[in-house]
Structure formats: C-alpha cells, structure tokens
C-alpha cells in the first residue's frame, strides 16, 4: 500500500493561530520561537516534507507576520488568516477550505504547530491511511489492540444527578466543553456490537495519531471499543468525573475508570481524505460553554460512520510538543548534535560550507581548533548533546569612546576568534572550562548570585542568605522539565503564566515585569540591574574574584537572567580563543558575546538583535567596566567583506559597504596589556564620567538646544560649539562639581560610583574629542562610500592624536580664535588621553612609512593594538618593518602584527 502513495496527493494544514499564553511573550507566536537554530514551524514543515508532505496551508491568527517570517523561503507554504479565534474546528475548517479551492485533492494532514512530529511518524500515519483499518488478525507491530467492553449503565447510573455537570456556569476555564458529551444518552446494547459504531471501514477516511496515555498524560483521552476509536475526552473533563459517572461517545457509554484508565491520549494529528474533513468540520457546532469549534469532534464524526481508524506512535521522542519556554528548552535539546557527531562531520567536511562562509579560504586551517576544543569538552564532561557558538574579535576604524555617548561606529570582525561549546545541565551550576591552561576551570551556580528578590520573582525558594535552596538547605532551582518547583511541588505557575509560590504571592504582571505584593518592581529591567551591581552583595563577589575570567560568563548569564522570568538552565561549557588577551580586540567582550549566544540558544530565548547587544554591553557592567555596546554589536552585526556602520541610543544597524579589495587593514599588538581589572577600569570609567559631567553642565546652561544626548551637540554648527564649551571647566573635583551642579546630586553620585576618585577630572578636552569623534565617524561613513581612503587615512590620524599623551588643551583663547576662523570640528583631535607612549610611538612608526594610509589606537587604551589602513600591495613590507623595527628591537613576539581583511559576525553551530 505505501507503494500507492504519491507526494502530490499528501497536504497539511498546520494550526498556527492561537495566542499560546502559556509562554509569556507577545512579541511572537508560540511557532515562531527558535528550536535548535531553527523556529519550530520550519523544523515542523521540514519533517512533514520529508514525510511525504510537500504542500502546506499555515493558518495564521495571532501574530501572523512572525509565523510568515519564520517560513519565508520555504517553498509549497501559503497561509490562511483566522480572523477570529474559534477553535481548532474551525481553524481547520478554513485550511481545508483553503486546499479545496486550489483544486487539491487527496490526503491532508492536520496538525497543530506547537509539536514537532518525525518524519517517520509522517510516512507512516500517511501509509496507515491507505491500509486496512485496525484488526485483530491485521494489527501493525505499533498498535496494540484495546477491548474496551461498553459500560452497561443501569436507570440509576445514566440519571442526570449520576452526570458530569459540563453546563456553562460549571464548565472551568480550562475545559473544552464540546469534547465532553453528558453521560445522559441512551445506554448500548449489551450485545457485541455496539451501538453508533458502524462497520469497520476497508479504507478509512480519517486517522487519527494517538500515543500511550503515559507518554502525553496531558492529552485528551481515547476511547476505544473492540478495537475501534469512539471519541476523545479532554483531560479537564476527565479530571472533573466522579465515580459512577459515564461518558457517550458514537453511542458507547464508558464509566468513569474507564475513561481514566483509556490507553491511549490525543496526539493532535490527523489524517483526512480532503472531502470527508469538509464535510465533518462543516457539521462542527459551537454549542458549548466555550463557544468554540472543536477538531477532535470530528472522530466521534467519523467513528459513528465506520470510518475512524488509529495510529499509535510509541516512541515519546518523535513528538515533541511544548507550552512554556521550559518545555520549548526541553526538546529542542532533541535536536542537537552530540559531541562527537560534531567532530565526525567536521573531519568528513559537513560543516566545511559552513566554516568557509565564516573564514574563507583559509577555513581548512580552523578545523583542528574546533576538533581540539571538542575533544577537550568531551574529556571533561562526556559526549553530551551541544551547541557551538563563536564570537570574533573587532576593530573599529573610526568611532572610538562614543558609542555609551550615542555616537556611531564604523567596525569590522576579524577571524580571530573565541569558541565556545556548551551543554545543558539539569540544575542552575554553569561549569567552565579552557584549552588554555592560563584559564583554570571554574563553577558556579546561578540561584547563589542571585538576590532574594529575583529568586521570590522565579518562585525559587530560599534561605537566609539569599541562596537558592530548600527548607533543609539542598537546592533545588528547577526539575527535569526546567519548571521552578519544591519539594512536592508548592511552586506553579499561576493563571497568568507567571511563576508563583502557593498563595500566589510572586507575579508578573501585564507589562512582564516582576513585582511582589506591594507593587515595587523586580528585576527584569535594567533599572534593577543597575540595583543589583550596587549592591553588596555583588560589589563583594566581584572584589573576591576581581581579574577571574569567569566573571565574564557571569556577567552575560546573570544580565540575561534579569532579564528572563525563568530560571536559566545550568551549562557545561568549554573555551578556546586565538584573539589576543588585553590588546584592545575586545577579547573579554568575545567572552560574553558567545556565552550570551549560548545562554540564548540553550533557553530558546529568541531575544532580538537589539536587545542581544543592549544586554552584552549592560552584562559586561558586571565586571566594573561602563562602557557601552560598540564591541558586542559588532562582532554580533558584522559581515564578511563589509565595514559596517552602527548607531547607538537607539541602537540601528546603518550602511554596510564593501571594503575594497586595494586596501587591508592590519592591526598589530603592542603587546602591551590593557587589563581592566588592574587599575585601568577607574581610568577609564572617569572618562566616561566626564563626558557625562560636561554634558550636564551644557544641558544646564544651554536648555534651549533641547539636548537629549550627547551626540546631538555635534548636529550644532562648530562655532556654536566652541561658544558653548567656553561654560566647560577645563578639570574639576568632586566637590567643585557638586557646588556646580547640584540639582544633578542623584547622578554625580552614579558616575562616582564606578571608579576611583581621579582629583580632578579632565572635562573640556574630553567632551571636545567626543563631539568631535562622533562628526568623524559619520563623515567616516561617506568617505567610505565614496572610496576615498585617503581622507579616511588622514582622519584615523586625527582621531589618534585626540588621544596621544600628553595630548592637547584648549583654553578659552583656543576655542575663540577656532570659533572666529570656523575650524571644521571634526579635524579637532580633542584630548581624551588613554593611549600610552608605546602605542604612540608605533603609530608614527607606521604613518611614515610608504603605503600606510593612517593609524590609530584601537579599543579603550592604555595599552593592546594599532590598526592601520594599507595598501594591499604594501601589506606584507608593512608587517616585515614592524617585525624588524619594533618586535625584534624590543624582544617581542614577531608574529603579533597581522592582516585582516573584513570577516563573518557571530555564529551559533547546533
């Protein structure tokens, strides 16, 4: 019979128009969530594809243009609006409809799109269609025959007081009452064959997919007599039955224990001869408490008229349904590789398009460090099912110090890299490891960094101390499914999905936010997240590990905690990186980044872009450093070949241009290191202190320019601009600036908080290199565009020399003689001063030497790299002068200068 089969006569209509409250996101349908590296509605019509499905009616309500986006590209997919929300009947309804009026004919399957169903349960359900119809002597090895012998009800038994109550002031919420028919229709026959259930049909016009009750306990319950189905009671009614009640499907009557103990549960998919279903979904009523159209009506529809059959799928993997995110993280680990099939298809070349897309040419090289870093992973944690993720490092070419300000940057990704793999666990500890011994293995547990509040919020309990545990101490964050629970299981969720302890005393309320009785916010915001890195409790965890590189895992996992209102799953995870440490490339950013992008693929967060780099920056404040997002979004935003250009507050994805191929970029380590954990955060946090501080000195005396962020002074004319920092103080205490600003008290006190008391602060040379670099990096961008890499050359010197030590000041008789000639502020190299003498020296190294272009610091400072724009044809005599005339001369490592060209963003390997 499957010989008969043909792919142009198999359909489906997928149901994808419900709200899936369950999930606590209305930023998109539940089938539009990330599964693995693809939305569950792709993975769902790839298995169907391949079970023999090629066309697909989608019927859309609820979201509907994230159900489209999630399928755009996928080919014999069109779509059904549901205008309003009646039921699965109808949603049904108008697929088939939809179907009939392209002239289909043949077999449909009908399925809801919260569950992702094998290919082999497709192929077969589509085989059972065409096959005789279950019996004793013709039983498939996956069905097992039920004899459910009809309940013989007395007068007494099939009284209405002996029946369930499902009238509309009784029926709760959760119940679907058109499933749940009274038990007060006439009794059967007591003879063998019962009554409403026709002859057994040769040739079924309906199948119906159905699993062990205890593989789907939540499903509706099967009925089945002498081995033929006769309807389906959803599990509220089932739950609402007392003993002596009974239940009439196609005119069988069962008792209660019965219908408790039925073997099989609804998988929800169906297969239908295209004409039948219109006509059983055409006699649907609505007649019931919820006023809706029900799809699992249409069996006891078919059973009455002998063409009802059953399928049973006995293996629990190969339908993977969901609810909550939980669920959603649980089976999506499903799809994953193990360990060990990643290295196979690394070594046989499956992944070989995949690596060149992100290296080039160059890709076979990479292969060994993803294989070695595998391996590692393997030796310490077994052959587990992983995700691959990978941050690169960056450069920016023009932009430095503004993106916290507002300004834009101009970045490229380089195929210097940091690896991660990652595993989840069934508890709340992350565990790391490094190939390189320099990084020792480290563990922590997430419900111990988090404050009691955040734990109530997520119903998690705790003890005294804040840590997460049970009244005896233990904890116990979340069970298998990744649901917050005790012991016996006080903690749920409440009816609006959010977590809760008994009595309902944590929610979340409509806007997603967490709050306790009282009505004060917890966090998921950043407001809150600002709270928590003042408090003492995280300021002392920092200061017990200040310099540890696990506080930047920390800082993506607990940023991204905040920000979700359910516990994170723990990870096992392993590290490799070749980005060079504290040399301005933003290796530690690499470090949040690919943890982010774990912790987001693990989770099925399917956070946005924006958002993802909003929460990298704000999760690496962890850490003490306050910068902004410029690295995270561009090793998130950048592409291959391409310079791209990214504006902040808000955030936007600008032009992204071709990088020609006559020049290069080479960026070379001074191997002099930066490390923000040894002094040089409270540098460059004063920095951006007083950036902040000369602002507020401009809002106060300026109020009628209406400035809202930094970057908008350099929409001013220049003259105005040297007017107005004439009002700036060219350095200023604290407590000069108190008696200068004191209705700013509140916000003095916030930047103090992050660094180190300078004595003074440097305020007019530093606002002056801000408005400065931010008019650079626009004309940065048409520059580009137009391909003068000359001017742009010239302006990357510029830029550095606004931050050359000692640098330049600017007194009052300065900004007046540059206000009177109108010099163009953007060739004003202002004073920010976080380059080093080193750094300074190999810059002018570099500009005097023929085919460079210009050079400038890259990264905060005080210490790391030089980038320089080349020639492509001097790049290679560039590199040998820096060797010979720096490295060798100075004991170092010769080979830390080398050439990029433009390379691939972020990328996550499931």
Known sequence: MADSLHIQDCAAVLLCAGKGTRMNDSSRNKVSFDCAGDSVIRRIVRQMRQGGVNLFAVVVGYRAETVMAALSGEEGVFFVYQKDQKGTGDAARLGLAALKAQNFRGKVLVAVGDRIVSSEVISGLLSRFASPSLSADATPADATPVDVTPAVASPADASPAASPRLSADATPADASPADATSATSPRPNTDSTPVGVGPVAKSPKAVFGVQPLAHNPRGGHVLMSMDKPCGIVEMADVRRLSDGDLVTKAGVSFS??????????????????????????????????QKEFYLTDTLEYFAIRGEADVFVVRDPESMSSFSTKPELRSISTRFM??????????????????????????????????????????????????????????????????????????????????????????????????????????????????????????????DKTGAAGEPGGDAQPFDRTGTAGESGGDAHLDRTGAAGESGGDAYLDRTGAAREPGGDALPFDTRCWLDYLASEAAVRSLEDTRGDWANYVKAAVLRLQFETPMLLSGMDMAFSGSIPVAAGLSSSSAVVVASAEAVCALNCLNITQQRFIELCGEGE???????????????????????????????????????????????????????????????????????DIAFMILRQRYPEYGLREFRDLADLPSETVYKMMLSVPHTATREELRTLLPEYSNSLNQCFSSHADPGAYDLRSVALFGIAECLRSRKFQQLLSCGDYLAIGEMMKTSHLGDAVPGENYPDSRLEEMARDGVDLSQVPGGYRCSTQAIDALCRMLDEFPGVLGSQMVGAGLGGCVVALVRKDASLRVVEMLRREYYDKNGLDSGSAHIFVPSSGTAVIF
């Open 337 to 462: 590789r193990n360990a060990s099939s990643l290295i196979a298809e690394l070594k046989g070349g499956g992944l070989d398009k995949e690596l060149q897309s992100i290296y080039g040419s160059g890709f076979q090289e990479q292969k060994p460090r993803y294989i070695a870093l595998i391996e590692h992973f393997i030796s310490r944690y077994g052959d587990r099912r992983i995700v691959l993720t990978r941050a690169p490092g960056r450069v920016n070419l023009m932009g430095r110090h503004i993106d916290h300000r507002g300004g834009g940057i101009n970045v490229m990704a380089i195929d210097r890299d940091l690896l991660c793999v990652s595993s989840p666990r069934e508890d709340d500890s992350i565990c790391l490891t490094n190939t390189d011994a320099q990084f020792p293995d480290r563990c922590f547990r997430l419900s111990e960094q988090l404050p009691e509040g955040v734990l109530r919020a997520l119903a998690l309990p705790f």
């Open 621 to 691: 404040w962890f850490v003490g450093s306050r910068g902004g997002a410029g690295d995270h979004a561009a090793m998130k935003c950048s592409r291959k070949g391409c310079i791209t250009h990214l504006d902040f507050k808000p955030f936007r994805v600008g032009e992204r241009t071709d990088f020609s191929d006559e020049y290069a970029v080479i960026v070379a380590d001074t191997c002099i290191k930066s490390r923000k954990s040894e002094g040089s955060r409270d540098i460059f946090n004063s920095k951006v202190a007083a950036s």
């Open 256 to 289: 209660a224990d019965q219908v408790r103990n039925a073997p099989y549960a609804n998988a929800s998919l169906y297969c239908f001869d295209l004409d039948a279903a219109v006509e059983a979904t055409g006699s649907l009523t609505s007649d019931n408490a």
